[in-house]
Nanobody, 121 residues
Framework: QVQLVESGGGVVQAGGSLRLSCAAS????????MGWYRQVPGKQRELVAIITSGDTTNYADSVKGRFTISRDNAKNTVYLQMNSLKPEDTAVYYC???????????????WGQGTQATVSS
């Protein structure tokens, strides 16, 4: 099995910064895409940013220029640096990883438990 453990959420004023981390553990052969999603009550979970194993990134339009996703493959960890935060960034942030357990094997999708980020105005 795989566990994704997130950290770094909290409460910050508008204009401030937070850095989220997500570490994957388990009998992992490799991790393809890793990403961050967020969800607010009553709404669907939405993509924030993703990063491939080759470090190609993609961002939601709402966070471009403010958020930066990165990863440390040696540590199976993905980060999300969030700057210039706005109240509308308030959400539970979920980490996602697409995992392989053997070379050429199927991919499996895993989620973290979520971490709350609250931006006050």
């Amino acid at each position: 099995q795989v566990q994704l453990v997130e950290s770094g959420g909290g409460v910050v004023q508008a204009g401030g910064s937070l850095r989220l981390s997500c570490a994957a553990s388990g009998s992992i052969f490799s991790i393809n895409g890793m990403g961050w999603y967020r969800q607010v009550p009553g709404k669907q979970r939405e993509l924030v940013a993703i990063i491939t194993s080759g470090d190609t990134t993609n961002y939601a339009d709402s966070v471009k220029g403010r958020f930066t996703i990165s990863r440390d493959n040696a540590k199976n960890t993905v980060y999300l640096q969030m700057n210039s935060l706005k109240p509308e960034d308030t959400a539970v942030y979920y980490c996602n990883a697409v995992v392989l357990f053997r070379l050429g094997g199927p991919q499996y999708n895993y989620w973290g438990q979520g971490t709350q980020a609250t931006v006050s105005s």
